[in-house]
Antibody, heavy 119, light 110 residues
Framework: EVQLVESGGGLVQPGGSLRLSCAAS????????LNWVRQAPGKGLEWVSY????????YYADAVKGRFTISRDNAKNSLYLQMNSLRAEDTAVYYC????????????WGQGTTVTVSS | QSALTQPASVSGSPGQSITISCTGT?????????VSWYQQHPGKAPKLMIY???NRPSGVSDRFSGSKSGNTASLTISGLQAEDEADYYC??????????FGTGTKVTVL
């Protein structure tokens, strides 16, 4: 079964750091591009970051640029999001999502992990 | 990176057709045929319904269709069913090599 499973969410104080992980299974991980997408409580989806299949291409939303770093370990079939200098507005459910192989669209999503930034 | 504009809510009776609009700019929706649509039920992860403006992934009902004209994309749901009640989001690739989502539309089946 094709699956993405996020972990690492939790409660963190403003200014703190957190590292999210996304474990992939059921597909050839190293040929797929990946994204992080978040959803604040009661709000819409917001694209956060993208990484290419080899990890050499990375893009970020302006809201997180300079604070978040996306990375992947193809040997471990894992995607990561290092989040530093966290703010209250970063509070959200964070989803990892697979970019489809032959078209533009996120065809597989994880169940999400919740990040709460609060003192 | 402003969100694409969608109506906050759309409603229809079972069997009817509804259309959700998604308005962007020439830097996203208007500049690329890379618009996708996602369905999200409460407490669940989004599900891809349409990709590349008008294509359906395997397993998605043919009651869902997409189109685009200029800077506005649209999702049409035909033969509305109770299970279609959910939030819907459009998304587009952008000229900055990033993605942008729409503001989201709540579909209510009356």
């Amino acid at each position: 079964e094709v699956q993405l499973v996020e972990s690492g969410g939790g409660l963190v104080q403003p200014g703190g750091s957190l590292r999210l992980s996304c474990a992939a299974s059921g597909f050839t991980f190293n040929i797929y591009e990946l994204n992080w997408v978040r959803q604040a409580p009661g709000k819409g989806l917001e694209w956060v970051s993208y990484i290419g299949d080899s990890g050499s291409s990375r893009y970020y939303a302006d809201a997180v640029k300079g604070r978040f770093t996306i990375s992947r370990d193809n040997a471990k079939n894992s995607l990561y999001l290092q989040m530093n200098s966290l703010r209250a507005e970063d509070t959200a459910v964070y989803y990892c999502a697979r970019e489809a192989e032959n078209y533009y669209g996120m065809d597989v999503w994880g169940q999400g992990t919740t990040v709460t930034v609060s003192s | 990176q402003s969100a694409l504009t969608q109506p906050a809510s759309v409603s229809g009776s079972p069997g009817q057709s509804i259309t959700i609009s998604c308005t962007g700019t020439s830097g996203d929706v208007g500049g690329y045929n890379y618009v996708s649509w996602y369905q999200q039920h409460p407490g669940k992860a989004p599900k891809l319904m349409i990709y590349d403006v008008s294509n359906r992934p395997s397993g998605v009902s043919d009651r869902f269709s997409g189109s685009k004209s200029g800077n506005t994309a649209s999702l049409t749901i035909s033969g509305l069913q109770a299970e279609d009640e959910a939030d819907y989001y459009c998304s587009s690739y952008t000229s900055s090599s990033t993605y942008v989502f729409g503001t989201g539309t709540k579909v209510t089946v009356l």
